[in-house]
């Protein structure tokens, strides 16, 4: 579930990994969540066996963000804080990328 308040986007408290199987296991077409972004985003599954350490440490708290490796934000987007994170990046010269104009 997505609402919009101000000038960031929360994603409800429940897990949309919750959701998935809860519809797959109705043998439900899947919705697709298609994520426009300007910067690589990686995706974790926490359901994955391979991922069983941080499905333990984030089931409850999802989503949960990771900038460079560091913990950023959960349970909702904090789209101030994410750019101040990048601004701050930038600044240091973390990385040889640039945000495109």
């Known amino acids: 579930m997505l609402w919009f308040q101000g000038n960031s986007v929360h994603l409800a408290k429940y897990s949309l990994q919750l959701l998935m199987r809860n519809l797959s296991a109705s043998k439900t077409i899947l919705p697709v969540l298609t994520l426009f972004t300007k910067v690589i985003l990686q995706e974790v599954d926490i359901t994955l066996p391979e991922n069983s350490a941080w499905y333990e440490r984030y089931k409850f708290d ?20 994410l750019e101040k994170q990048l601004q701050k990046l930038e600044q240091q010269g ?3 990328w640039r945000m495109p104009s």
């Open 62 to 81: 999802i989503p949960v963000f990771h900038l460079n490796g560091q913990f950023l934000m959960m349970h909702r987007v904090d789209i101030s804080k």
């Open 94 to 96: 973390a990385g040889c």
